[in-house]
C-alpha cells in the first residue's frame, strides 16, 4: 500500500533537506510511521502573505534540487513536489515531506497503473498528467521543482483552472505566462531558468535535479546560467504544433491576400492594356478615316481644276 511505499522511500533518504523517518511498520492499531518533527510550517504557507524575494526563491529551490538529486540517485521519484509539501524548519530550511506518490524508477512493480493520474495538477507534468506512468522520471520533478519556484516568484502556480482536469489541460496544451509578465521585479535570468524546467518535453528541460541546483547557484552568484531562453521561432513552432488548425489558418491567410492582391493587380493590368490597345485602334481608324477623307478632297480638287 502506499502508506508503507511512503516509509520504504522516505527511510532511505537521509539527507538535511528531507524530512527524515527514524521507524516505520505495523501495530496493533495499524501502520506506523515515526518522522522528523519541523515547526516552522509548510513553504505555501510562508509564500502566502507575499511572493519570496528571488534570491531567497532561488536558494530554496536549489537546496529541494539537491535534495531531489539524492533521491534520484537511489532510484526515487517523488512525484507530488508542491510548497505545501516543503517543510520549514524554524530557521527557514526547507525539507520535502509526503513522499505517499513516490516511485522507484529502477524498479518494475509500480502502484501506479498507466492511465492514472497521480499528482496535483498545477505541478505536474505533461507527462504525468496524461497518465504516462511508465514515462515519468526524473524529469517530472524538476518540472515540479520550477512550478513550486514559478510560484515562490509569482504568488501563483503556472496554471490553475476551475476544475482539476482544466487544469491539467492547461499544463498539457498552453505555455506558462513569463513570470516578469506577472512580476516585473523577477530578474530575467531567473525566469529563464523556471520556464526551463517549465518545458511540455521532458529532454527540453534540465538533464538533472543537480544541473538546475547549479544553475541556481550561478544565478546567486552573479555568473552566466547555462538555461537559454526560448526563441521566437521555437515560440511560433510550439503554438503550430498545439494549434495546427489556427497555425495553417494564420499561414495561409497571408499568402492568400497576397495572392489576391497579386491576381487583382494582374486583371486590372489586363484591363488597362487592353483599354490602352483600344484606344490605340480607334486613334488609328480616325487617323485612317481622317486621310482617306483628305484625299478624297484632294481628288476631288484636281478633278475640278481639269474641268476648268
Keep these: ?3 508503507l511505499a511512503e516509509a520504504e522511500a522516505a527511510a532511505q533518504l537521509e539527507h538535511s533537506n528531507i524530512i527524515r523517518t527514524y521507524e516505520y511498520g505495523e501495530s496493533e492499531f495499524g501502520p506506523y510511521l515515526i518522522q522528523e518533527y519541523v515547526d516552522g510550517g ?21 537546496l529541494l534540487a539537491d535534495a531531489m538529486q539524492f533521491a534520484h540517485d537511489r532510484g526515487v521519484i517523488h512525484r507530488d513536489i508542491k510548497p505545501v509539501n516543503i ?45 504516462h506512468s511508465d514515462a515519468v522520471g526524473p524529469a517530472a520533478d524538476i518540472y515540479a521543482l520550477g512550478a513550486t519556484l514559478y510560484e515562490l516568484l509569482t504568488g501563483r502556480p503556472p496554471f490553475k483552472a476551475d476544475t482539476p482536469i482544466n ?4 499544463g498539457v496544451g498552453q ?12 530578474p530575467h535570468e ?39 531562453p526560448v526563441s521566437q521561432w521555437e515560440q511560433v513552432w510550439k503554438w503550430a504544433k498545439r ?4 497555425a495553417i489558418l494564420a ?12 491576381l487583382a493587380f494582374v486583371t486590372s493590368n489586363e484591363r488597362r492594356m487592353r483599354a490602352e490597345e483600344q484606344r490605340r485602334r480607334a486613334d488609328e481608324q480616325r487617323q485612317h478615316a481622317a486621310d482617306n477623307a483628305e484625299a478624297e478632297i484632294e481628288k476631288r480638287q484636281v478633278i475640278e481644276e481639269r474641268e476648268r
Excluded at 509548510?42 to 536549489?62: D, G, H, I, K, M
Excluded at 524498479?107 to 505541478?123: A, H, I, K
Excluded at 487544469?167 to 492547461?170: A, G, H, V, Y
Design 251 to 262: 499561414f495561409t491567410l497571408p499568402v492568400a491576400v497576397v495572392i489576391v492582391v497579386v
Design 243 to 246: 494549434r495546427p488548425a489556427a
Design 87 to 131: 517543510l520549514l524548519t524554524a530557521d527557514g530550511v526547507p525539507k520535502i515531506a509526503d513522499f505517499g506518490l513516490a516511485k522507484r524508477f529502477t524498479v518494475d512493480n509500480d502502484l501506479t497503473q498507466t492511465g492514472v493520474f497521480m499528482g496535483t495538477p498545477s505541478y505536474m507534468a505533461p507527462e504525468q498528467a496524461l497518465g
Design 1 to 3: 500500500n502506499r502508506f
Design 167 to 170: 487544469t491539467m489541460r492547461q
Design 175 to 186: 505555455e506558462p505566462a513569463p513570470p516578469r509578465q506577472l512580476q516585473p521585479r523577477v
Design 190 to 228: 531567473l525566469e529563464v531558468i523556471c520556464l526551463k524546467c517549465l518545458q511540455k518535453s521532458p529532454h527540453r528541460r534540465y538533464e538533472s535535479a543537480r544541473d538546475l541546483a547549479d544553475d541556481l547557484r550561478r544565478f546567486l552568484d552573479g555568473k552566466p546560467i547555462l538555461a537559454r
Design 42 to 62: 509548510t513553504l505555501a504557507a510562508a509564500n502566502r502573505q507575499s511572493t519570496t524575494p528571488p534570491e531567497r526563491a532561488a536558494e530554496v529551490v536549489s
